[in-house]
């Protein structure tokens, strides 16, 4: 089985550039896209791993060594099929 989930990320001011080219640098395996994106968050970040234990070791003890991140809302991805 593998899971999937869009992680939410909201910066501090004038940080979004760097929030991306840091989770980027980390090239982590799993994190399969990284953009900056308009509305409420400035960045979404795809991660997907074989389970929700390994999304949640990323989204708890990966990403947020980058500096400049606020906050993080993690949504997990539903397939019905």
């Known amino acids: 089985m593998s899971a999937r989930a869009y992680v ?3 910066t501090s001011v ?3 550039k760097d929030v991306v080219l ?6 982590l395996a799993g994190v399969t896209e990284v953009n ?4 409420p968050y400035d960045v979404i970040a795809v991660v997907e791993g074989t ?5 949640s070791n990323l989204v708890t003890s990966k990403i947020p060594t980058v500096g400049g991140i606020e ?3 993690t949504c ?4 019905f099929a």
Do not use: C, Q, Y
């Not at 900056?36 to 509305?39: H, L, R």
């Not at 997990?76 to 397939?79: E, I, K, L, P, Y």
């Open 8 to 10: 939410l990320i909201e």
């Open 36 to 39: 900056v994106v308009t509305g």
């Open 51 to 55: 389970d929700l234990t390994a999304i």
């Open 14 to 16: 004038g940080k979004t």
């Open 22 to 27: 840091g989770i980027r640098k980390l090239n």
């Open 71 to 73: 906050k993080t809302i």
């Open 76 to 79: 997990m991805a539903v397939d």
